[in-house]
């Protein structure tokens, strides 16, 4: 008798669970939120980051969190396919896929990918808080008690054109003022690690900032990233400058052929977050051996299981693995830290912009580092929960700001007006 209630039992409560994790309704709410002057090869960030805050609801009425990219492209492709997620089980990755996949029209498949993982993030949620589970348990279980972050430097000017007052950081854009910016992030966040936004001013500013780096930090494993802003030729000429400097160089020039013929010159770990960006990418680079570091990012890769798989491969050919990031806020940091705390082969300091933004969407405020670590944020899920208030607040920005799309070259030219986007720019 007992045995036959508990079977009972636990038939209903699967049943129940079941229909609590169908999608009722997915939302999608684009909001700005202030970015500081920081320039990298494109130009120059605008006073606002643009990004979008995904609500996946359950018939059993819970919310799963996602946030992504908030340009005009991404929010039509968002609300079209969120409008087909409804009857899906938050559980059906593939269902999702299916549903975008369906839509194509609605984006190319790049931005399918990045339409597929941010609405996937928020399933992953509302899987864990309706199962009570954490994300990075759902993902295979956690393996690191932290996860280490990188401090993020970029030149910067001194404030956005036409505000008149500096920002908290001030200019930087001499060796100096780039050893004080690191001094100032790892003060506050005890970061290890440091990268450096190059592709910006002459290579020869870029590696004297490095130098002096080094000797500001001497025990701190440098890295430098020019987004594709040096020729294969000037990249070729400062190899034997960046030997024994930096732990690996990324994306110094463009495109797989190049980097492979880098990579082939010099025992500098080269890496990537331009060369290889989609799965069709990695059996040319891998063929080639363009790389030895991928920096994955599960907000353009499709989403946390896809970017598992990702790491998967990455084990398999021996290749280093690591993060991008871009200017993000607590739910977006929240994922990649479940996501890195469940990866085993994470074999360097993630990156992220965080330190950078001041404004918050979750309850309670920005997520706090300890010795320039994440530890995963307790309760199931991601483990944050969406503070209406200031949602509403970065949605008026959104509203407010003028402007539907990232545009750094336009930013920059209120600095220099002669300014044009070029790549290669050395």
Same mark, same amino acid.
């Given at each position: 008798?007992?045995? *036959?209630?508990?079977? /009972?039992? /636990?038939?209903?409560?699967?049943?129940?669970?079941?229909?609590?994790?169908?999608?009722?309704?997915?939302?999608?709410?684009?909001?700005?939120?202030?970015?500081?002057?920081?320039?990298?090869?494109?130009?120059?960030?605008?006073?606002?980051?643009?990004?979008? @805050?995904?609500?996946?609801? /359950?018939?059993? !009425?819970?919310?799963?969190?996602?946030?992504?990219? !908030?340009?005009?492209?991404?929010?039509?492709?968002?609300?079209?396919? #969120?409008?087909?997620?409804?009857?899906?089980?938050?559980?059906? @990755?593939?269902?999702?896929?299916?549903? #975008?996949?369906?839509?194509?029209? *609605?984006?190319?498949?790049?931005?399918?990918?990045?339409?597929?993982?941010?609405?996937?993030?928020?399933?992953?949620?509302?899987?864990?808080?309706?199962?009570?589970?954490?994300?990075?348990?759902?993902?295979?279980?956690?393996?690191?008690? /932290?996860?280490?972050?990188?401090?993020?430097?970029?030149?910067?000017?001194?404030?956005? #054109?036409? +505000?008149?007052?500096?920002?908290?950081?001030?200019?930087?854009?001499?060796?100096?003022?780039? +050893?004080?910016?690191?001094?100032?992030?790892?003060?506050?966040?005890?970061?290890?690690?440091?990268?450096?936004?190059?592709?910006?001013?002459?290579?020869?500013?870029?590696?004297?900032?490095?130098?002096?780096?080094?000797?500001?930090?001497?025990?701190?494993?440098?890295?430098?990233?020019?987004?594709?802003?040096?020729? %294969?030729?000037?990249?070729?000429?400062?190899?034997?400058? %960046?030997?024994?400097?930096?732990?690996?160089?990324?994306?110094?020039?463009?495109?797989?052929?190049?980097?492979?013929? +880098?990579?082939?010159?010099?025992?500098? &770990?080269?890496?990537?977050?331009?060369?290889?960006?989609?799965?069709?990418?990695?059996?040319?680079?891998?063929?080639?051996?363009?790389?030895?570091?991928?920096?994955?990012?599960?907000?353009?890769?499709?989403?946390?299981? *896809?970017?598992?798989?990702?790491?998967?491969?990455?084990?398999?050919? !021996? @290749?280093?693995?690591?993060?991008?990031?871009?200017?993000? %806020?607590? @739910?977006?940091?929240?994922?990649? $830290?479940?996501?890195?705390?469940?990866? &085993?082969?994470?074999?360097?300091?993630?990156? $992220?912009?965080?330190?950078?933004?001041?404004?918050?969407?979750?309850?309670?405020?920005?997520?706090?580092?300890?010795?320039? *670590?994440?530890?995963? &944020?307790?309760?199931? !899920?991601?483990?944050?929960?969406?503070?209406?208030?200031? %949602?509403?607040?970065?949605?008026?920005?959104?509203?407010?700001?003028?402007?539907?799309?990232?545009?750094?070259?336009?930013?920059?030219?209120?600095?220099? &007006?002669?300014?044009?986007?070029?790549?290669?720019?050395?």
């Amino acid at each position: 008798m007992s045995r *036959a209630w508990d079977r /009972t039992s /636990t038939s209903t409560t699967l049943r129940t669970i079941l229909t609590d994790l169908r999608i009722a309704d997915v939302r999608v709410t684009p909001i700005a939120f202030a970015d500081p002057p920081l320039l990298n090869n494109s130009g120059c960030h605008q006073p606002y980051a643009l990004r979008s @805050i995904i609500e996946v609801e /359950t018939e059993g !009425g819970i919310v799963g969190l996602g946030e992504s990219y !908030g340009s005009k492209s991404i929010l039509d492709g968002l609300a079209a396919v #969120a409008a087909q997620c409804p009857g899906l089980r938050v559980t059906d @990755i593939n269902g999702l896929r299916r549903v #975008a996949h369906s839509l194509r029209n *609605a984006g190319d498949e790049s931005s399918m990918r990045r339409i597929v993982g941010a609405i996937e993030v928020a399933m992953w949620d509302a899987h864990g808080k309706t199962t009570g589970q954490r994300v990075c348990d759902l993902l295979g279980g956690q393996v690191r008690e /932290t996860v280490p972050f990188a401090a993020y430097l970029f030149y910067k000017f001194a404030g956005h #054109a036409g +505000v008149g007052a500096e920002d908290a950081w001030g200019e930087v854009l001499s060796p100096e003022q780039l +050893v004080d910016e690191a001094r100032g992030m790892i003060e506050a966040h005890g970061f290890r690690a440091i990268k450096l936004k190059g592709g910006i001013l002459e290579p020869d500013s870029e590696i004297a900032g490095l130098n002096a780096l080094r000797a500001a930090f001497p025990d701190a494993p440098l890295r430098i990233d020019p987004n594709g802003g040096w020729s %294969l030729h000037t990249t070729l000429g400062l190899l034997p400058r %960046l030997e024994g400097l930096v732990e690996y160089l990324e994306d110094p020039t463009l495109g797989i052929d190049a980097m492979a013929a +880098v990579q082939a010159k010099t025992d500098i &770990p080269l890496a990537t977050n331009m060369c290889i960006v989609a799965p069709e990418h990695l059996p040319p680079g891998l063929a080639q051996r363009a790389v030895r570091v991928i920096l994955s990012d599960h907000h353009f890769w499709g989403g946390l299981a *896809a970017s598992r798989e990702l790491a998967r491969i990455c084990a398999i050919w !021996g @290749i280093g693995l690591s993060m991008h990031s871009n200017s993000h %806020l607590g @739910i977006s940091l929240a994922a990649m $830290t479940h996501l890195a705390a469940s990866t &085993p082969n994470l074999t360097h300091d993630c990156d $992220t912009h965080y330190p950078w933004q001041t404004d918050e969407v979750i309850e309670g405020g920005k997520l706090i580092f300890h010795n320039g *670590a994440l530890s995963v &944020p307790e309760g199931p !899920g991601l483990g944050v929960s969406l503070d209406r208030q200031a %949602l509403a607040r970065l949605h008026h920005n959104y509203t407010n700001h003028g402007y539907g799309t990232r545009d750094d070259e336009s930013e920059m030219q209120k600095h220099q &007006p002669n300014w044009r986007f070029e790549r290669p720019r050395y």
